[in-house]
């Protein structure tokens, strides 16, 4: 090929090079100030908007101090209620009325739990092994008292004939349910850390027989053996159960 012909096919690509590299117009540049001025304004109105704060706080927020919080809640309402109950009370008696009537109302409180009693039996009470105690290959969950430990004592004192029972001076009722958050367990929305204390008032000897039977109590006992979790059952003369004071969450009812 000649040196003419070389030239003529180069000189097109070399024109198209430089038409790429050309800079851009008066017209572009504006544009991409414009684009700029936008993209600033827009960050600038949603910054002043959100006031320096986390527009995602709520993906933050710690449970442990909405439970914490709403617990708070719960107690301010449980008192009310035992107020409004005293209140309830104290105008039925005035009422006076049939006394068989008023000797059912007595024993229905008493069966549900929402009368005080007392009486003798036992208190059992359980608590996580020592902060010190860590042995080697064994979890941290082995080492504290779980909802399934308190769950499996309360269980065998009511096989064992329990008339009545509490849970951290809580009064137990049908409804009552025991959960665990974090490290502390949740009663009727309030957490409570170790120790745990329940008193359950019936015959003593028929409580204690049901501890000894339970394979789920004798499960926990072997950690206590094993790892130094607490486990101490006492007999007691007289226990001083207090009425239940929360909402049952239950509307109705039938007699069976």
């Not at 690509?13 to 991409?32: E, Y």
């Not at 359980?126 to 499996?152: C, E, M, R, Y």
Request: charged content about 20%.
């Amino acid at each position: 090929m000649s040196f003419w012909s070389t030239l003529r096919e180069r000189v097109p690509r070399v024109r198209a090079r430089m038409a790429q590299q050309r800079p851009r117009s008066a017209r572009g540049r504006v544009t991409t100030v414009l684009v700029c001025v936008v993209a600033g304004l827009m960050m600038t109105i949603a910054a002043i908007a959100a006031r320096g704060t986390d527009l995602r706080s709520d993906r933050t927020a710690d449970m442990r101090d909405l439970i914490i919080s709403q617990s708070h809640r719960n107690e301010e309402l449980r008192r009310e209620v035992a107020s409004l109950q005293g209140e309830v009370e104290s105008l039925t008696a005035q009422q006076g009325g049939d006394t068989e009537f008023q000797s059912a109302m007595i024993f229905a409180e008493s069966t549900a739990g929402m009368a005080a009693v007392s009486g003798p039996g036992l208190r059992v009470t359980l608590t996580d092994a020592p902060p010190d105690v860590k042995p080697a290959g064994v979890d941290d969950d082995s080492l504290v008292v779980h909802q399934q430990d308190i769950q499996a004592v309360v269980n065998a004192l009511w096989a064992g004939g329990a008339e009545a029972m509490s849970i951290q001076g809580q009064r137990v009722i049908s409804t009552t349910g025991i959960k665990c958050v974090g490290n502390t367990v949740v009663l009727h929305g309030i957490p409570y850390a170790p120790p745990y204390e329940i008193e359950a008032i019936g015959d003593r000897a028929a409580l204690e027989a049901a501890l000894e039977a339970s394979s789920a109590v004798t499960i926990y006992r072997q950690y206590v053996d094993a790892y130094g979790l607490g486990y101490e059952v006492e007999v007691e003369g007289t226990l001083e159960l207090p009425s239940f004071s929360g909402s049952t969450g239950v509307r109705y009812a039938r007699q069976g």
